[in-house]
């Protein structure tokens, strides 16, 4: 239960929360959800059940476990997943802040009155010294989780963590459903069916980026927490629990958030600017519910927060365990060197939001999307007896088994490969456009 809730706690966060309303607000409606939802299911899944499986049968952390189930040939795996999870956390950092202080901000002021306040209030907080304070402030309260330990600070955290976030999203997704234009809300962005937008490449690129990176697989964060797991638990079972907690997640937030957008006309913000929905389109929409609305923005800012802590900590595992674990080092010395290191690595996002923005496009979606590919190659075909014998060792039906290692040979290779490519061409026109 630990191990799901710490796993579930890394799939969680602000990619569902911000990730998804902005991709599914980008025009490609019911058809960027089904691809997410497909992906998620027919891709992630086994390759997210792989990656446990390396953590768990070579009980190593990132860095060193390719090299031990794969040969000295799988060493730059490693450090691609190093790499990825060392530039995600640097700007991930930087929106845990921004999400911080607008918990502060609406326990103490008055929620802003129009757009133009609040734009004037974002670019207040994602700019200069405070941007750089909540990137430090995120950034140490991270690093204090984790170097307490992966059961007395990760796994203490998401035991109550977890649900607590959960029930507050209920509630919020309740509250929603009565606003006078939620059903508009689902029906624009959510529910929008056109058939010509499941072959679209910037939908393709949104679906691929959006299942990577909320679900977390592909970078070794999940393959760090699975080196604890003893031989009895069932991991296919855990992964399904994980995939299916983090996309009902999306998907709610997603019903919280259109419905407030739609019912306050703040449509064109939304897709106009990454940031938009969270951070400027809610506030602003809450504000015309006077009290009401302060206590939702309240609720809403804490429950990303708590899901945006319980994801970085699995980030920083990522390097810090390496390190433990390559160079003998003491946990508490790898964790604050790994912290001051993606402090001065984040600071060109958290002064510049364009910069935070290509960050994600590359960390979040191409490297993660590459390391997918890989650890799929590593377990599907180069270390498959390992695959099959951890899982059918602690117990999982053999024909069970069978199907995801067909999934994770003949599946998720090649839809990834396509993924790969057509979001590195989009990602190139549209930062040549
Ligand atoms: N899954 C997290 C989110 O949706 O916000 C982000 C994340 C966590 C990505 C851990 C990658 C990872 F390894």
């Given at each position: 239960m630990g191990f799901v809730l710490a796993a579930a706690g890394s799939a969680v966060g602000l990619?569902?929360?911000?990730?998804?309303?902005?991709?599914?607000?980008?025009?490609?409606?019911?058809?960027?959800?089904?691809?997410?939802?497909?992906?998620?299911?027919?891709?992630?899944?086994?390759?997210?059940?792989?990656e446990m499986v390396l953590g768990r049968?070579?009980?190593?952390?990132?860095?060193?476990?390719?090299?031990?189930?794969?040969?000295?040939?799988?060493?730059?795996?490693?450090?691609?997943?190093?790499?990825?999870?060392?530039g995600i956390l640097s700007y991930y950092a930087v929106l845990m802040g921004w999400t911080g202080r607008s918990l502060l901000h609406a326990l103490m002021d008055p929620l802003p009155a129009d757009i133009a306040g609040a734009e004037a209030y974002f670019k207040g907080i994602s700019s200069g010294g405070d941007a750089v304070l909540g990137h430090l402030v995120s950034l140490a309260l991270t690093g204090a989780v984790v170097a307490a330990g992966v059961r007395a600070g990760i796994e203490r955290l998401t035991r109550w963590a977890m649900p607590l976030l959960f029930l507050m999203?209920?509630?919020?997704?309740?509250?929603?459903a009565f606003l006078p234009a939620a059903r508009e809300g689902y029906g624009t962005f959510l529910l929008r069916w056109d058939a010509s937008k499941l072959s679209d490449p910037a939908t393709i690129r949104n679906a691929f980026t959006q299942a990577f990176f909320s679900i977390g697989t592909g970078i070794g964060a999940i393959l760090a927490y699975?080196?604890?797991?003893?031989?009895?638990?069932?991991?296919?079972?855990?992964?399904?629990?994980?995939?299916?907690?983090?996309?009902?997640?999306?998907?709610?937030a997603g019903c919280v958030t259109f419905p407030v957008v739609a019912s306050f006309g703040l449509g064109d913000v939304v897709s106009g600017s990454t940031v938009g929905a969270l951070f400027i389109a809610l506030p602003t929409g809450l504000a015309s519910l006077g009290a009401a609305g302060r206590v939702v923005a309240v609720v809403f800012f804490l429950l990303a927060y708590l899901a945006a802590i319980t994801s970085a900590v699995s980030l920083l595992e990522v390097p810090a365990s390496s390190l433990i674990d390559r160079l003998g080092w003491s946990r508490p010395r790898a964790v604050w060197l790994c912290v001051a290191a993606i402090a001065v690595l984040g600071l060109p996002s958290?002064?510049?939001?364009?910069?935070?923005?290509?960050?994600?496009?590359?960390?979040?979606?191409?490297?993660?999307?590459?390391?997918?590919?890989?650890?799929?190659?590593l377990l599907g075909w180069r270390a498959p007896r390992r695959y099959r014998a951890d899982l059918?060792?602690?117990?999982?039906?053999?024909?069970?088994?069978?199907?995801?290692?067909?999934?994770?040979?003949?599946?998720?290779?090649?839809?990834?490969?396509?993924?790969?490519?057509?979001?590195?061409?989009?990602?190139?026109?549209?930062?040549?456009?």
């Open positions: 990619g569902n929360l911000w990730g998804f309303a902005y991709r599914a607000s980008q025009g490609g409606g019911g058809a960027f959800v089904l691809l997410y939802v497909l992906i998620v299911l027919a891709v992630c899944l086994p390759v997210l059940v792989a049968s070579t009980g190593h952390a990132p860095l060193i476990a390719p090299v031990t189930a794969g040969g000295r040939g799988w060493r730059p795996l490693g450090w691609l997943f190093l790499a990825s999870a060392v999203l209920l509630g919020l997704l309740i509250w929603a699975a080196a604890y797991l003893d031989r009895h638990s069932g991991i296919p079972g855990e992964a399904a629990a994980v995939v299916g907690m983090d996309t009902a997640v999306g998907l709610m958290a002064l510049n939001v364009s910069v935070l923005e290509r960050m994600d496009a590359l960390f979040g979606g191409v490297l993660l999307i590459a390391g997918g590919l890989a650890m799929a190659l059918e060792g602690s117990g999982s039906p053999p024909q069970l088994v069978g199907a995801l290692l067909f999934a994770l040979r003949w599946v998720s290779p090649p839809a990834i490969a396509v993924g790969l490519v057509v979001s590195v061409i989009d990602l190139a026109r549209s930062w040549a456009g």
